[in-house]
């Protein structure tokens, strides 16, 4: 993703940010105020969660990612844009737990030598004096994958035929694409149009709510369920 892309990304939160702040000072009705607080929330979780480390995100970004380009079948010999193969590549799943090395430690409570792996870290690293890497390297990795020699594996199709679930965010990868993103920028542009057909689908229940709306909104709230709402 370009640095002037980035820039222009950053500065339409910033904005969003203040539009919503000012919304919650001055607006009084629940629903909406609400909805304010799904909308900021749900951005936060967008940005601050790496790529691909939510169970199935893989599968469901290619199958969203096929339906944006039209292909509403499965064939599990199509392939992708090489830039989705580098993403793939760049980020696989769990990266807290597929980047595990074991090694010798020492314990700072009794000076005794023993194992360790890095297991559910977020830094790793390969032997007692490697290179410690974190999720950052991948995003360096997918954002130079143009400069390097080798290519990556190419990625087919899942197996899915679900259509409807992933419209929203096929239409925002679209959009992604239109305004020139690569396979990134579609991730963030597709959690972005989930989130906000899922904030529209809150405020739709907190207005139709007769009793118990902040319970409801504390659940729309929930990681979970703004997890699920970004996929």
């Known amino acids: 993703m370009p640095p002037l892309q980035i820039t222009g990304l950053c500065v339409v939160l910033a904005m969003a940010a203040g539009a919503a702040a000012v919304l919650l000072r001055h607006c009084k009705d629940f629903a909406k105020r609400g909805a304010c607080c799904i909308l900021l929330c749900g951005a936060l979780f967008a940005f601050a969660n790496p790529p691909l480390q939510t169970p199935d995100e893989t599968d469901h970004y290619l199958r969203t990612y096929a339906i944006s380009m039209g292909r509403f079948d499965f064939d599990a010999k199509r392939s992708y844009p090489e830039d989705v193969n580098e993403l793939m590549d760049a980020f696989p799943g769990a ?38 890497e974190s999720i950052w390297d ?25 259509i409807l679930p992933f419209l929203p965010g ?24 989930n989130l906000l057909v899922y904030t529209l689908l809150c405020y739709a229940a907190l207005r139709s709510a007769k ?17 699920m709402g970004l996929r």
């Open 170 to 193: 096929a239409l925002g990868m679209a959009l992604a694409r239109l305004f020139g993103f690569g396979a990134l920028g579609c991730l963030y542009g597709g959690r972005l149009m």
């Open 138 to 162: 991948s995003f360096t990795q997918y954002i130079n994958w143009e400069k390097r020699d080798s290519a990556a594996d190419s990625v087919t199709e899942p197996i899915s035929f679900l």
């Open 211 to 227: 009793k118990c709306r902040p319970a409801f909104l504390a659940v729309m709230l929930l990681p979970m369920s703004l997890y």
């Open 95 to 132: 990266w807290v737990n597929a980047h595990t090395s074991a090694g010798l430690g020492t314990d700072p409570d009794t000076n005794a030598e023993q194992p360790y792996n890095t297991a559910g870290y977020a830094l790793k690293q390969y032997g007692k004096d490697g290179r410690v």
